[in-house]
C-alpha cells in the first residue's frame, strides 16, 4: 500500500485484475466496460502469494504495490476469467455465470457459420446469431445436456449475450462483449424447460429473442437469479453503517496511538499502533470511498522521492517504521499527531461518503487478493513483523461484507457451503500464528505453516471468485 502524487488515486493496493481485452478473442476494446452513474451510488449519512519476506525491502518502488487505478477505472468482468469453465452436468457452482465469458474458446471465428452437430470436442455445436434484429435465431433441435452455442454477432455493436429462462431471469450463461463478425461459444449444460437468449448490444435496447422448449425431464443444469442495483442497496448502506462504527473505534485507537508516544511510552505505543491498524485493515471493502485519505493513513513509502526519509510518508506505516527501528518519541510526535487528524477527518467525512453497492461482492474478492500479494509476501511490512495480524484482520473485512450479502447469496450460491468451510480453515490457521497478542512473523514462519496459508489464501480466494461474479450488476434493458 503505497502513497501516489496529489493527483493519481489513492493507493491502497489495487487486484491484479488484467484489463479488458482488446479483441484478442472477439471482445471489443472496452466492450465490457462498466462504469457508474453519479445517481448509482449510496449516501453515507445513515447513522453514523510469491515472494517471501526476505526477497522484498519495504521502500523499494519495484517491490511495492501498483497504483489503485485500477481500483477506480471501469471494469471488465475480471473475475469470471478467472473462474469460467465448461460447465459439466452435475457440476453445481455459482459460476456457471461465466461460463459464456470466461470460456471464451481461443481465437474469434470470423469466417463462415459453424455447421451444427458434434464436434471434435465432443459437444453438440449450435449457431445461434446476435443481433438486434435476430437475436437467438438458429436454435433449432433443442436438446438436453451439456452443449455449445457458437454465438455470432451480425450486427455493428459490440454485444452482450445471456442465456435466461423467460419467465424468471435466472441466467444460464453469458457472454460479454461479443465483436461484430466475430463467434465466441457459450458452453451450458441444459436440463428440460424454456430458455431464450437475450441479446444486449451497445447503445442499443436489449432483446430477447424467441422462447425455445426443450423438452423431456431432465432436472436443468447450473443457474443463477441476477442481482440489480436495487437488491444492493440495503446490504450497502447496512455495511456503511458498520464502517461509520469502525470510525469510532478508528479514532480512539489514533488517539490513544497518539497520547502513548507523546508520554514518550514507545512500548505502549508499538501495542497500540498495533491495535489501531488492524481497526483500519478491517474496513476494506471502504478504500475506494476513502479517497486520498487511504494514502495517508495508509500508504507506504514506494513512491515518495526519499522512500521512508520523505515528509510525504506519513500514517500508520511511517509509524511503525520509526517504532521498530529506534527513532525517539520526540521524533515521531508529529507523525502520531498527523495520523490522529486524518483518521478524525476520515471520520467526519464519511458521512457524505457514496459507495457503489455495485461494488460489493468485487471487493469481497478484492480484499483477500490483495491480502494474497501484498502481506503474504511482506511488502507492506516496515518493522513490526505483524503482515499476519494484518492477514487476519482482512479476513475479517471479508466475512463483514459477506455477512451483509448473505440473503442474496444463500439462494444464488450453492458452493456457499465450500465457502464458508474456506473462511473457516484460513482463520484457524491465522489464528495458531497469535501467541497472546504476538504474531509469529512472516521470516519466522516454517515451510510447511508458509505452505499451509498461501493454500488456504489461494483456496479461499478460488471460492471468492464466483461471489464477484454472481453480483456483477448486468444491464437488463
Not at 4 to 31: C, M, Q, R, W
Not at 301 to 319: E, L, Q, S
Not at 391 to 417: F, I, K, M, S, Y
Not at 445 to 456: A, T, V
Amino acid at each position: 500500500m503505497s502513497a501516489e502524487p496529489a493527483s493519481a488515486p489513492p493507493d491502497h493496493p489495487a487486484p491484479k485484475a488484467p484489463p479488458p481485452p482488446a479483441g484478442e478473442d472477439g471482445t471489443a476494446a472496452g466492450g465490457t466496460a462498466r462504469g457508474t452513474a453519479a445517481d448509482g451510488t449510496v449516501d453515507g449519512s445513515t447513522d453514523g502469494a510469491g515472494d517471501t519476506a526476505a526477497d522484498i525491502s519495504p521502500g523499494d518502488p519495484a517491490a511495492e504495490p501498483r497504483t489503485d487505478a485500477a481500483r477506480h477505472r471501469p471494469r471488465a468482468r475480471a473475475w469470471q476469467a478467472a473462474v469460467a469453465a465448461v460447465v459439466v452436468a452435475g457440476a453445481v457452482t455459482a459460476a456457471v455465470l461465466a461460463a459464456g465469458g470466461g470460456s471464451g474458446g481461443g481465437k474469434p471465428a470470423a469466417d463462415a457459420t459453424p455447421t451444427p452437430g458434434r464436434a471434435a470436442d465432443g459437444l453438440w455445436h449450435t449457431a445461434v446469431e446476435v443481433s438486434t434484429s435476430g437475436c437467438g435465431q438458429g436454435w433449432t433441435g433443442p436438446r438436453t445436456g451439456t452443449q455449445s452455442f457458437d454465438l455470432r454477432n451480425t450486427g455493428e455493436n459490440p454485444s452482450e449475450v445471456y442465456l435466461i429462462d423467460p419467465r424468471s431471469g435466472r441466467l444460464f450463461g453469458e457472454l460479454d462483449g461479443l465483436a461484430p463478425g466475430t463467434t465466441r461459444p457459450m458452453v451450458v449444460d441444459l436440463g428440460s424447460g424454456t430458455y431464450a437468449f437475450k441479446c444486449v448490444a451497445e447503445d442499443t435496447d436489449a432483446v430477447t429473442g424467441p422462447s425455445v422448449v426443450v423438452p423431456g425431464n431432465v432436472p436443468q443444469g447450473p443457474a443463477a437469479a441476477p442481482v440489480n442495483q436495487h437488491d444492493l442497496i440495503p446490504p450497502t448502506l447496512s455495511y456503511q453503517k458498520w464502517i461509520g462504527e469502525r470510525m469510532n473505534d478508528l479514532v480512539t485507537g489514533t488517539g490513544r496511538l497518539k497520547a502513548d508516544i507523546d508520554g514518550g511510552d514507545l512500548t505502549a505505543a508499538r501495542r497500540d499502533w498495533l491495535s489501531a491498524h488492524l481497526v483500519y485493515e478491517r474496513m476494506g471493502a471502504a478504500y475506494g470511498t476513502f479517497g486520498d485519505a487511504d494514502g495517508k493513513i495508509n500508504g507506504t513509502a514506494a513512491r515518495t522521492p526519499d522512500g521512508v526519509k520523505d515528509p510525504g510518508f506519513t500514517g500508520f506505516h511511517r509509524i511503525e517504521y520509526g517504532l521498530w527501528h529506534g527513532q525517539s518519541a520526540a521524533s515521531l510526535k508529529g507523525s502520531a499527531a498527523t495520523l490522529d487528524s486524518d483518521a478524525r477527518a476520515l471520520r467526519t467525512s464519511w458521512s457524505q461518503a457514496r459507495m457503489d453497492p455495485a461494488d460489493l461482492g468485487l471487493r469481497a474478492h478484492e480484499i483477500m487478493e490483495n491480502t494474497e500479494q501484498f502481506e503474504l509476501t511482506g511488502r507492506t511490512d516496515y518493522g513490526s513483523g505483524t503482515n499476519l495480524a494484518t492477514a487476519r484482520a482482512n479476513l475479517d473485512g471479508t466475512r463483514e461484507v459477506l455477512d451483509q450479502l448473505h440473503a442474496l447469496l444463500a439462494t444464488r450460491d450453492p458452493d456457499l457451503p465450500a465457502l464458508d468451510a474456506a473462511l473457516t480453515r484460513t482463520q484457524n490457521d491465522l489464528d495458531a500464528q497469535n501467541h497472546n497478542g504476538t504474531w509469529t512473523p512472516l521470516s519466522a514462519l516454517g515451510q510447511d505453516r508458509r505452505e499451509r496459508i498461501n493454500s488456504d489464501i489461494g483456496g479461499l480466494l478460488e471460492q471468492l471468485a464466483p461471489v464477484a461474479t454472481l453480483f456483477d450488476v448486468r444491464r437488463t434493458a
